[in-house]
């Protein structure tokens, strides 16, 4: 709490960066009048851990599964980001059945990803049985995933030049069982969030964000779609094997909590649709192609459709077998802006669930580390100084 003669009296609730509803840490400072937030911060950073800097000291192939390790529950397609990125260096295109694996691995961890929201989202807002139903039945995509790759995280089904794993008759008739299930179930959640009333009390018109205002922000992903943005990157600058495949873009123009619901369930449902169709039209070609052990000097960029919105790579190759440079945007990087301009005006009891509607994905996000100087402290720190702790620093 803080006053000054020109100011009123200002109270500040700080969250976290260690707080029973923070999943991962974060500090959040939200002024507030009574129960209205009237201004908030955000402070990140905590889980930053040298990813980019880790890559240039490894070649290509162990670099993609380092990649892979920058989030669990989207692992899959940071590797695919990586992996596309390189064999364009490299001029090397992978097979189609490889591209097609890619993408339905690609498409069971957008149901995994948007599964493990739902529950969360539910539990911040107190709805713990829609919590524990969502994480039951996310088990049989994470089973899926397991009879696929042999894991139930970080599945290293990329290789630079195709893919590792192969789907057979047997696993595909295992995979349509499973998505006999959940797209049953997804028709019951979205039954619940579209007509609870207790529900609808929480989601409706809380934390609504125009198309506009989602455009102003750059927001991406399902929380832009839900906004009316008409963008994903499988139906706009599509990849892996959705040139073959094309997505059914989903879309919702209320902008409010209930539409990032609405509009996520239905993902789910273009997912299983997606992966039906592309067991049905499986190519039969090879599953890798041989790769440069040096890449060609040059840069570029890769992007693709994260469960959470656009995953954005960017990838520098000096000629030899280590890149140069690794620079990787997360969409929750972009999303965050939506929290922090729109808090004002909601009650202090929305916060977890507006936090929670974009699907923040904090060890995703964080790539570098802030660093405060007490100004009555002489000790001025230089570059060189902070080198010496590891601190990177680039133009």
């Not at 851990?49 to 390790?69: D, P, S, T, V």
């Not at 499986?282 to 570029?300: Q, S």
Request: charge should be negative.
């Amino acid at each position: 709490m803080s006053e000054t003669p020109e100011t009123p009296q200002k109270f500040v609730v700080p969250i976290g960066p260690q707080h029973p509803a923070l999943k991962e840490p974060g500090h959040f400072e939200f002024s507030v009048d009574g129960e209205i937030v009237t201004g908030a911060s955000v402070r990140l950073g905590y889980v930053h851990r040298g990813i980019e800097k880790g890559a240039e000291n490894r070649n290509y192939a162990q670099a993609m599964y380092l990649m892979e390790r920058v989030c669990g529950i989207c692992s899959h397609v940071h590797a695919t980001a990586f992996a596309l990125g390189t064999e364009k260096l490299a001029g090397v295109t992978a097979p189609a059945r490889a591209q097609a694996i890619r993408t339905i691995v690609a498409e069971l961890e957008r149901l995994h990803s948007h599964m493990l929201w739902l529950g969360v989202a539910a539990h911040e807002g107190g709805f713990d049985t829609l919590f524990m139903y969502s994480w039951r039945d996310r088990e049989t995509v994470m089973d899926l995933l397991e009879a696929i790759t042999g894991n139930r995280v970080n599945y290293s089904v990329n290789l630079l030049g195709g893919v590792k794993v192969d789907i057979t008759p047997e696993l595909a008739d295992q995979i349509r069982k499973g998505l006999d299930f959940l797209e049953e179930r997804n028709q019951h959640y979205l039954k619940v969030v579209t007509t609870d009333e207790t529900f609808l009390g929480r989601t409706q018109g809380v934390g609504t964000m125009t198309k506009e205002q989602a455009f102003l922000t750059g927001a991406v992903g399902p929380t832009a779609r839900a906004s009316g943005v008409e963008i994903d990157i499988r139906v706009h600058a599509p990849y892996a094997g959705y040139p073959d495949f094309p997505v059914n873009l989903v879309i919702d123009t209320a902008g409010d909590l209930l539409a990032r619901f609405v509009v996520r369930i239905k993902e789910m449902q273009e997912s299983c649709r997606l992966i039906r169709h592309i067991l049905d039209h499986m190519p039969e070609t090879e599953l890798t192609v041989r790769m440069p052990r040096r890449i060609p000097a040059g840069e570029t960029i890769s992007r693709v459709e994260a469960p959470r919105g656009e995953l954005f790579y960017f990838i520098k190759s000096n000629g030899t077998d280590q890149p140069e440079r690794v620079k990787v945007r997360t969409p929750t990087l972009c999303n965050w802006g939506s929290v922090i301009n729109f808090a004002p005006g909601h009650k202090l009891a929305d916060m977890p669930m507006i936090l929670a509607g974009i699907d923040p994905c904090f060890s995703c996000n964080d790539r570098l580390i802030s660093i405060r100087r007490n100004e009555q402290d002489p000790q001025l720190w230089s570059w060189e100084d902070l080198r010496q702790y590891g601190v990177q620093y680039y133009k």
